[in-house]
């Protein structure tokens, strides 16, 4: 132990900047094989032989599989996250608050019915509640939550949020689309027919 | 084929009634089971066992283990059904419909978190496409359906039925009470909420 507080603190600091640059390897081999295949498919065996790392390697940085499609579901989520955060209005800023929520269930209920959306691919194959604890499950309850708000709503926002939230889950659209044959316009109206009634 | 007509269709009653019985002893013999181990671990095998049929059996029966457990979930519905329908109010007939709705939302929130609700259990373990399909998922949402059609709201009943049933699941209901520590008591004053501002 020679080494001086400053001389560690760099090898601290290379050793994180390697693990990142290790966990940026192994999203990026993840998101290939998603993908080519869905993520349906994905293995954490295959995921590990395409990183060229062991299993072991994979389970300690992620958890299990649920945990790696979740780092890649975050990935995934930046764009749209932009968009509601700080995209154009009626999304994004600058539009009423009740516009801004009617819009962004609408947005988020149409992208559960785009098969080419990756976010929504990747969202489907993981429970509810690991969903719903992720970082971009969470950045959706609080933006309901503020939303709700400043609508100037005299209600228990947090939890109100979750309500609505649950009316926006894979579990609730793709029911309604597959078994019942609902078209995604009808789930988009009745939504912003909720956050009408919210309001009035 | 001598048979007349009519002792063939004596045949196809008897056989019926077979059946009937058959079905009755197989769901008998699972029932025990679920209350000796809970819903989670009774496997298709053990029941064909204590039922002494083959698994087959089993399977032509009921399609599945899910199938299985929701043929014990409509019977185990049944009491609770008869309480939201005809019971007193206001969860039954006799209330303002708005309260029946609130009503019906604090109660099913806390059959949800109670641990002995046999019918909380066995829904628990089947997925939300398949029990809202079933019999008593179906009977939940007309439920709903039809008080808000009474209350007068000028909406689509069958979607803000749907909408407002995501909430009262278990997947919504179980994520806020065991990741979020919310008592059950807020999650009914979210619904009581809800559904005023519905009306409003």
Same mark, same amino acid.
């Given at each position: 132990?020679?080494? =001086?507080?400053?001389? @560690?603190?760099?090898?601290?600091?290379?050793?994180?900047?390697? @693990?990142?640059?290790?966990?940026?390897?192994?999203?990026?081999?993840?998101? !290939?094989?998603?993908?080519?295949?869905? #993520?349906?498919?994905?293995?954490?065996?295959?995921? @590990?032989? %395409?990183?060229?790392?062991?299993?072991?390697?994979?389970?300690?940085?992620?958890?299990?599989?649920?945990?790696?499609?979740? &780092?890649?579901? +975050?990935?995934?989520?930046?764009?749209?996250?932009?968009? /509601? =955060?700080?995209?154009?209005?009626?999304?994004? #800023?600058?539009? #009423?608050?009740? +516009?801004?929520?009617?819009?962004?269930?609408?947005?988020? !209920?149409?992208?559960?019915?785009?098969?080419?959306?990756?976010? &929504?691919?990747?969202?489907?194959?993981? #429970? /509810? &509640?690991?969903? &719903? %604890?992720?970082?971009?499950?969470?950045?959706?309850?609080?933006?309901?939550?503020?939303?709700?708000?400043?609508?100037?709503?005299?209600?228990?926002?947090?939890?109100?949020?979750? %309500? !609505?939230?649950?009316?926006?889950?894979?579990?609730? %659209?793709?029911?309604?689309?597959?078994?019942?044959?609902?078209? =995604? =316009?009808?789930?988009?109206?009745?939504?912003?027919?909720?956050?009408?009634?919210?309001?009035?």
């Amino acid at each position: 132990m020679t080494e =001086t507080p400053g001389s @560690a603190s760099v090898g601290v600091t290379a050793e994180r900047s390697d @693990a990142a640059r290790n966990r940026a390897r192994l999203l990026e081999a993840a998101a !290939l094989l998603v993908a080519e295949g869905g #993520p349906e498919h994905v293995t954490m065996r295959e995921v @590990a032989e %395409a990183a060229g790392v062991g299993k072991g390697t994979l389970f300690r940085r992620f958890g299990d599989r649920d945990g790696l499609l979740l &780092a890649l579901l +975050d990935e995934a989520e930046a764009e749209f996250q932009e968009a /509601y =955060t700080a995209g154009p209005p009626p999304l994004g #800023p600058g539009a #009423p608050a009740a +516009d801004r929520l009617a819009s962004f269930g609408c947005a988020l !209920l149409g992208r559960i019915a785009n098969d080419a959306d990756l976010g &929504a691919a990747l969202g489907r194959q993981v #429970p /509810y &509640a690991r969903r &719903a %604890a992720s970082g971009s499950g969470r950045s959706f309850h609080s933006h309901i939550s503020t939303l709700l708000c400043q609508m100037g709503l005299d209600s228990d926002h947090d939890m109100l949020a979750h %309500a !609505l939230l649950a009316f926006l889950s894979f579990e609730s %659209a793709d029911h309604l689309r597959e078994e019942h044959g609902v078209p =995604t =316009t009808r789930l988009q109206a009745t939504w912003v027919d909720l956050v009408r009634r919210l309001t009035s």
